[in-house]
């Protein structure tokens, strides 16, 4: 009998099994595909010699992570590459605003929009700098961060935190108004608040593209070497050098509970795996609590709050093997692991407000891959291994684009959407079409039948809107990865500090049940005493 059961073998599930088994737990992990790593896979399905990635490509917080940081990765074979600049966003016009991990590049990119943004550019950056650790700290650990937190409101106090505060939840639209005259500084805070689902006018905006932005500036956006599959690889082989199991092809059915408390798994063949100490489950938390844990094993008020969860936009993503470098109208894009398309704000504004009414978007603004660009192992020399990722509405109630998509995704309407997201690119990069040797097309549907935590095509497993975050994360009241069911533990992007590569849900969770465990072991005093030593570190 293991000590834990892992229920799902994406990136969040391995930090969690690993950590457990750096503690000296036996662990089994469950996967329902018939390979691990969730949304951080890739493959050779485009093209022969094209290395595609799945889902996730660019991993920002991955870098960041002081999760992933401490499990010394690159001792289990993953090595990491850059592409010569972080992110570009052209224009029609052939300008273009290029962020680079040398800040002194960026300004400069920035200048040629507005006189004195790049200096702007500096000022944000250097706030970063100051506040960087803290931030980070605050970011990655179980909620309430009480010692990171205060330690930033310390360091905050006097130096005009208030304002500080006032800036980052501000709608990244208001943001980059008060701080670029310019449209160059603006629209790289817009597209990396569009990295999740986040629109130009929607509050707290302007922080999470200011975050992303200056993770990009300080870390990059790299990739794995080889493809997003070498990640899992490394916390699969760290993972197994310690003892553990990964079992895939095992689909978890149900979360068996007795007395009130988690004691195990039971598979879609019937399997009934028991586990000594925990569960954590890397799944989405509709399906955590609206199928495998029972409704009389909930409270009410839980299952009325799944009522009003809210999912982040659904991805449409289509893959291509290009005969050629991309041909940007603006040269600069060239260099760019990551492109965002868009022309202007206005457009991301108005793309944004046609997902809100339900309609696919006409002129869908989509994050443009360059994988080759970022890792000359994924193609052939000469080729380049490219995708595009855009969203669109889950309930679609119509199409702003007048060819009739509607929503169902048949091989029909893939196509239809793939040749618009293909039409939207060749307005940045004339003669674009011309270069595809092979495409693939990823709807909604494909997206969770490969990943069942991408529901609907969800990527960040829930929206990242500020209802949704911290104490609201993924309903009000919780916030942490302990559930209503004791022994219990929700391990993924659906708790704190939600969605992106880095860990955190998972490393939460871990803690959280080997916290349970040793205080389990102490007596009524012991644990009177241990609460007051951890009430006494968060002061």
């Known amino acids: 009998m293991p000590d ?3 229920i799902g073998a994406g990136p969040n599930g391995l930090v969690a099994a690993n950590l457990l088994a750096d503690a000296g737990w036996s662990v089994r992990v469950l996967e329902e595909q018939p390979e691990p790593g969730g949304a951080v896979r890739h493959d050779s399905g485009v093209a022969p010699g094209f290395v595609s990635d799945l889902f996730s490509s660019f991993y920002p917080l991955a870098a960041a992570s002081p999760v992933l940081a401490g499990m010394r990765l690159e001792d289990h074979g993953l090595r990491w590459a850059h ?8 224009l029609g016009d052939g300008t273009c605003a290029v962020l680079d991990r040398d800040v002194a590049v960026t300004a400069a990119s920035l200048d040629t929009f507005a006189a004195g943004d790049g200096a702007a550019w500096e000022r944000l950056h250097g706030v970063w700098d100051r506040y960087r650790a803290d931030i980070l700290d605050a970011l990655f650990t179980p ?3 009480v010692r990171a937190a205060a330690r930033l409101a310390l360091r905050l106090r006097g130096a005009g935190g208030l304002r500080l505060a006032r800036t980052l939840v501000l709608p990244v639209r208001r943001m980059g108004a008060e701080e670029f005259r310019g449209e160059g500084g603006r629209l790289l805070l817009a597209g990396n608040a569009l990295h999740a689902d986040l629109a130009p006018e929607a509050a707290g905006s302007g922080g999470f593209g200011w975050l992303m932005s200056m993770l990009g500036q300080t870390y990059g956006f790299p990739v794995p070497v080889g493809g997003a599959g070498a990640l899992t690889a490394a916390l699969v082989h760290r993972l197994r050098s310690r003892g553990a199991t990964v079992s895939c092809g095992h689909r978890v059915e149900h979360v068996v509970v007795r007395d009130r408390r988690a004691v195990g798994v039971r598979t879609a063949g019937g399997e009934l795996i ?18 495998l844990v029972a409704p009389e094993d909930l409270p009410d008020q839980v299952l009325a709050d799944l009522r009003r969860f809210e999912w982040d936009f659904a991805t449409f993503k289509v893959d291509w093997a290009l005969d050629g470098p991309v041909p940007w109208r603006c040269a600069q894009a060239a260099g760019a692991g990551t492109v965002h398309l868009a022309d202007g704000l206005d457009e991301l504004t108005r793309f944004a407000a046609q997902i809100a009414m339900g309609r696919v978007p006409d002129r869908p603004f989509s994050l443009f891959g360059q994988m080759t660009t970022a890792d000359p192992t ?3 020399r000469g080729t380049e291994s490219a995708w595009a990722y855009t969203h669109v509405p889950h309930d679609v109630r119509g199409d702003a684009g007048d060819e009739g998509i509607t929503g169902s995704w048949d091989a029909g309407e893939r196509e239809l959407m793939a040749d618009r997201v293909e039409r939207h690119v060749e307005r940045f990069a004339p003669g674009f079409r011309a270069l595809i040797r092979a495409r693939r097309v990823l ?7 490969l990943d069942a935590n991408l529901t609907g095509g969800a990527i960040n497993g829930g929206t990242a809107a500020m209802h949704q975050q911290l104490v609201f994360r993924p309903v009000p009241g919780t916030g942490r990865p302990e559930t209503p069911v004791a022994g219990l533990y929700l391990a993924s992007a659906a708790a704190h500090p939600g969605g ?12 959280a049940a080997l916290r349970r465990h040793r205080l389990a072991g102490l007596t009524r005093a012991q644990r009177a005493l241990a609460r007051r030593d951890r009430a006494g570190d968060r002061r």
């Open 4 to 6: 834990a059961v892992v």
């Open 83 to 90: 592409a010569p600049h972080v992110l570009a966003h052209p």
């Open 143 to 145: 909620f309430p961060p």
């Open 274 to 291: 028991p586990a000594r100490r925990a569960v954590l489950a890397d799944v989405s938390v509709s399906a955590l609590y609206g199928a």
């Open 378 to 380: 994924r193609s052939p």
């Open 443 to 449: 709807a909604p549907p494909t997206l969770q039948a």
């Open 500 to 511: 992106g590569v880095h860990g955190a849900p998972g490393a939460n969770a871990a803690h």
